[in-house]
């Protein structure tokens, strides 16, 4: 029987590099560009992919610590966002943050109260809803620990100037248009279910 390890295999050096996953370039016409150019482009993908495989083990180690899901652990963000902003969080506003079903957040409320990480309480102002807040030793755990260790990212955006902050924002809000699953039909619903 295989063996899981518990943290991932290194990726090969060269697992980000373009000319090793499309060598005939028939993704990605490169035919134009300097060989220092691709090579640099490969160097950049390379980062996003150490910052992806950090997100990942930090997600696991977070979510494995707080014994929750990611849809959980996505409620009890959004939970302490909520508060902190002084909104009202619902049932219905947290089915729409997480874009999943009223029954399932029913189901997802229930299981947060009975391990005691939320609250019900009726809605201040609504008689028809109900007020849901993150219990305060939730919050403390998910503050001191993931939250500590999320936060660190402002320190690495804090070291660029302004002007190297406009170009990283603009890179990666043209690589997530790029990578958006828009029109592709492959990636319908409808498609999955052929």
């Not at 959980?72 to 997480?98: C, K, Q, W, Y």
């Not at 201040?124 to 993150?134: E, G, W």
């Amino acid at each position: 029987m295989a063996r899981i390890e518990a943290t991932p295999a290194p990726l090969p050096t060269n697992i980000y590099d373009v000319n090793a996953a499309d060598p005939k370039s028939q993704l990605v016409d490169r035919s134009a560009m300097a060989g220092a150019d691709v090579a640099h482009i490969g160097e950049l993908m390379a980062a996003l992919g150490r910052l992806r495989n950090a997100e990942q083990q930090l997600s696991d180690a977070s979510l494995k610590y707080m014994k929750l899901n990611q849809t959980d652990m996505r409620a009890l963000h959004f939970l302490i966002v909520t508060a902190n902003t002084e909104a009202v969080a619902t049932p219905g506003a947290i089915a729409s943050h997480l874009k999943i079903s009223t029954a399932s957040t029913t189901k997802l409320l229930d299981r947060l109260e009975n391990a005691g990480h939320i609250i019900r309480q009726p809605h201040p102002s609504d008689r028809r809803a109900l007020a849901i807040s993150i219990t305060p030793k939730t919050r403390q755990a998910a503050m001191e620990t993931v939250g500590r260790q999320q936060s660190k990212r402002f320190h690495a955006a804090a070291r660029l100037s302004a002007a190297e902050r406009d170009v990283v924002i603009r890179f990666l809000d043209d690589m997530t248009q790029e990578i958006s699953l828009t029109d592709e039909p492959w990636a319908q619903p409808a498609a999955s279910r052929e």
